[in-house]
């Protein structure tokens, strides 16, 4: 009887799943991309994902140069998910993936353009743009010969292009119809959306790992049911929640 006993506690032991382990990840406020509450883009992917690699994984969500300064301070045990080359502080040697990209516009106010005819940032020289402090995008707008108006909210540059005090603002797609539904719910046909991706391509959101990080597998298997949850279509699903069906712009989804 105890021989079967333990024959039976053996087998549930060996039925549980070995390489299970729990993995912080460090990321910062990007709505709607992480909001903090498990409702953001990237909150509820990192979810669907965590449910086939059965590893625990919880978001550690810090204003960005903290994230920085945290990942930087202890990378052998903690992954990072954000825009890696907005940290200013990072590990020698990563490894990274590519969870979704943000595809990056120019919101106007059509009252101030009612002859829309720009096609390229070449054409934008002398237009004062918003951006957020610490906008990864500084060198290309000083390229193009933008003139640029910091802000520390996304909101902010929202009401200034209303009251006309900034030409254009520089935000990701989906941040700005989100904001301008809040703020000003149902006038989303009051402003127009420019893109040049040629100025500024799709910005990558990736989940990163130091090369000498004891969570490798962990990064591993993670990447392996971001695969999965791809190619069964839930992903689309998740950004569809999002954008609209049918909606996601070409280059948002990572492809296998």
Same mark, same amino acid.
């Given at each position: 009887?105890?021989?079967?006993?333990?024959?039976?506690?053996?087998?549930?032991?060996?039925?549980?799943?070995?390489?299970?382990?729990?993995?912080?990840?460090?990321?910062?406020?990007?709505?709607?991309?992480?909001?903090?509450?498990?409702?953001?883009?990237?909150?509820?992917?990192?979810?669907?994902?965590?449910?086939? &690699?059965?590893?625990?994984?919880?978001?550690?969500?810090? +204003?960005?140069? #903290?994230?920085?300064?945290? @990942?930087?301070? $202890?990378? !052998?045990?903690?992954?990072?998910?954000?825009?890696?080359?907005?940290?200013?502080?990072?590990?020698?040697?990563?490894?990274?993936?590519?969870?979704?990209?943000?595809?990056?516009?120019?919101?106007?106010?059509?009252?101030?353009?009612?002859?829309?005819?720009?096609?390229?940032?070449?054409?934008?020289?002398?237009?004062?743009?918003?951006?957020?402090?610490?906008?990864?995008?500084?060198?290309?707008?000083?390229?193009?010969?933008?003139?640029?108006?910091?802000?520390?909210?996304?909101?902010?540059?929202?009401?200034?292009?209303?009251?006309?005090?900034?030409?254009?603002?520089?935000?990701?797609?989906? &941040?700005?119809?989100?904001?301008?539904?809040?703020?000003? +719910?149902?006038? #989303?046909?009051?402003?127009? @959306?420019?893109? $040049?991706? !040629?100025?500024?391509?799709?910005?990558?959101?990736?989940?990163?790992?130091?090369?000498?990080?004891?969570?490798?597998?962990?990064?591993?298997?993670?990447?392996?049911?971001?695969?999965?949850?791809?190619?069964?279509?839930?992903?689309?699903?998740?950004?569809?929640?999002?954008?609209?069906?049918?909606?996601?712009?070409?280059?948002?989804?990572?492809?296998?």
């Amino acid at each position: 009887m105890k021989k079967i006993m333990w024959i039976l506690i053996l087998s549930i032991f060996l039925s549980q799943p070995l390489s299970a382990e729990s993995v912080n990840v460090i990321t910062y406020h990007y709505p709607p991309y992480v909001v903090g509450d498990g409702s953001g883009i990237l909150e509820l992917i990192l979810h669907k994902v965590s449910k086939y &690699t059965k590893h625990k994984i919880k978001f550690e969500k810090y +204003p960005l140069k #903290r994230a920085s300064l945290t @990942f930087g301070g $202890d990378y !052998k045990d903690k992954l990072f998910l954000g825009v890696y080359h907005n940290l200013p502080k990072q590990p020698v040697s990563v490894r990274t993936q590519i969870f979704i990209r943000t595809r990056i516009v120019s919101v106007y106010y059509k009252k101030d353009f009612p002859k829309f005819n720009y096609t390229s940032f070449e054409e934008l020289k002398g237009k004062t743009i918003g951006v957020l402090f610490g906008n990864p995008f500084n060198r290309v707008l000083v390229k193009y010969g933008l003139k640029q108006e910091k802000n520390s909210q996304l909101k902010n540059n929202l009401k200034k292009l209303v009251n006309q005090r900034i030409d254009f603002w520089l935000v990701p797609d989906i &941040t700005a119809y989100q904001l301008i539904e809040k703020e000003m +719910p149902g006038m #989303r046909d009051l402003f127009g @959306f420019f893109e $040049d991706r !040629k100025a500024i391509p799709l910005l990558p959101i990736s989940l990163v790992a130091g090369e000498e990080s004891n969570k490798k597998k962990v990064f591993t298997d993670i990447c392996t049911g971001l695969k999965k949850i791809v190619k069964n279509g839930k992903c689309l699903k998740i950004l569809e929640g999002f954008y609209g069906k049918g909606l996601v712009p070409d280059g948002v989804m990572v492809k296998f």
